[in-house]
């Protein structure tokens, strides 16, 4: 079964400090991992797509990069309106189904200026 | 600029009452998928439509719950009869199977309290 795990929970930041969020993921065959990003009261909104290992894709202040087994989520000099919560998803390759995501728990970032 | 749209936004239902949320998936695409979000479960998928046809629905309560699509521009989740614990934020995604990249896209979501 698949699984996915963010850590940490919870992260707070003081404006422009630099730090990292983690996706864990067990999968039997990686079709993608996604990053997305939700504001309060609002649907997760598509950030990035990776799909093998080594990859790397960058959007403004938001690095994000992949292994076999975890993603990272790079916050370079964050302001406060990176404040979110980030989640993760995977895509298995599967032989009828494969648009399936399985969802991590997210983590929730306060940026304070 | 396309986007998935949800109605209603905001739904109070008294128990045991119908509940029928709709969603309006992005034009040209697909796959239609549904999912509740809640504080203690997250993000969890209940219904995945490709061409209109239901792949996988596993996710859903059977008894109360069903999903449909009428045509490529509608896509319907009903609960009949809600209970409290279907309180919850309900969210419809689209994409498009076949592209390399399917992509979901989310909606604004439906917040139903059911009380």
């Known amino acids: 079964e698949d699984q996915v795990t963010q850590s940490p929970e919870a992260l707070r930041l003081q404006e422009g400090e630099s730090s990292s969020l983690n996706c864990s993921y067990t999968v039997s065959g990686l079709r993608g991992l996604f990053w997305y990003r939700q504001d309060p009261g609002k649907g997760p909104e598509f950030l990035f797509t990776?799909?093998?290992a080594g990859e790397e894709k960058e959007k403004e202040r938001l690095k994000a990069t992949l292994t076999k087994k975890e993603s990272f989520l790079h916050i370079t000099a964050p302001k406060p309106e990176d404040s979110a919560t980030y989640l993760c998803a995977v895509q298995e390759w599967y032989n009828n189904a494969g648009n399936m995501l399985t969802f991590g728990g997210g983590t929730r970032l306060m940026v304070k200026p | 600029d396309a986007r998935v749209t949800q109605t209603p936004r905001h739904k109070v239902t008294e128990m045991g009452q119908e509940v029928t949320m709709r969603c309006q998936p992005i034009l040209g695409h697909n796959t239609v998928f549904w999912y509740r979000q809640t504080m203690m479960q997250g993000l969890e998928l209940l219904a995945y439509f490709r061409n209109r046809a239901p792949l996988d629905d596993s996710g859903m309560p059977k008894d109360r719950f069903s999903a449909e699509m009428p045509d490529a521009t509608l896509a319907t989740l009903k609960i009949q009869p809600s209970e409290p614990r279907d309180s919850a934020v309900y969210f419809c995604?689209?994409?498009?199977?076949?592209?390399?990249?399917?992509?979901?896209?989310f909606g604004p979501g439906t917040r139903l309290t059911v009380l």
């Open positions: 995604a689209s994409g498009f199977s076949g592209s390399g990249t399917d992509t979901q896209y």
């Open positions: 990776l799909y093998s």
